[in-house]
């Protein structure tokens, strides 16, 4: 990964940061998505409660070229700055830039579970009286399933500083729990 791309969210006064970072995530998580090269990681490198305002994606210069090329961000250049694809300067580490998925809803999930017979309703009762709800801090963008039309949070949690990077493959988020994104 010797290189990347920064896009910078600009402000607007009608739409809020996280609002236009899920917008613009949701079209990368397509692009992404059609490549199906699992070669491109992403990170977050303003990241605090929200992700914030700038994604960085990671890859070769080859990668990144390829999926601009797609012209994904078309539509969004109201909304963000894309830079140039620039070498990746002096890193700090490497980490890794992972999906968490909470379980913070016990009854939908253990609804799910009896519909899906897993487990009869007295069961899911039981569990339900037994089982505490999963709270996170993590930034999140609110997502939208294309499949199912629902709506979610994808929690992202930055790993901690790595002396050495992993290789390996992302999903078509851009996230993995292993390969490791450069860090600087």
């Not at 059609?34 to 491109?40: E, L, S």
């Not at 890859?59 to 999926?67: F, N, R």
Request: net charge positive.
């Amino acid at each position: 990964m010797e290189s990347y791309q920064e896009i910078r969210l600009l402000p607007h006064p009608e739409f809020k940061e996280p609002m236009l970072m899920g917008v613009l995530f949701s079209k990368l998580h397509l692009a992404l998505a059609a490549r199906r090269a699992g070669d491109i990681g992403i990170s977050f490198p303003e990241t605090g409660k929200t992700p914030g305002s700038v994604v960085r994606l990671h890859g070769t210069k080859a990668a990144l070229t390829e999926l601009d090329a797609t012209r994904w961000h078309n539509g969004l250049k109201d909304y963000c700055q894309l830079a140039d694809v620039k070498p990746v300067p002096a890193v700090t580490g490497w980490r890794t830039v992972s999906r968490i998925q909470v379980k913070s809803n016990v009854e939908r999930l253990l609804r799910r579970s009896v519909r899906k017979g897993w487990l009869t309703e007295e069961e899911a009762e039981l569990r339900a009286l037994q089982t505490q709800p999963q709270i996170t801090g993590l930034p999140y963008l609110q997502m939208k399933s294309l499949s199912t039309g629902q709506h979610f949070r994808l929690f992202i949690q930055h790993g901690d500083l790595q002396p050495e990077p992993v290789q390996g493959l992302f999903s078509s988020y851009g996230l993995s729990a292993s390969t490791t994104v450069p860090w600087f």
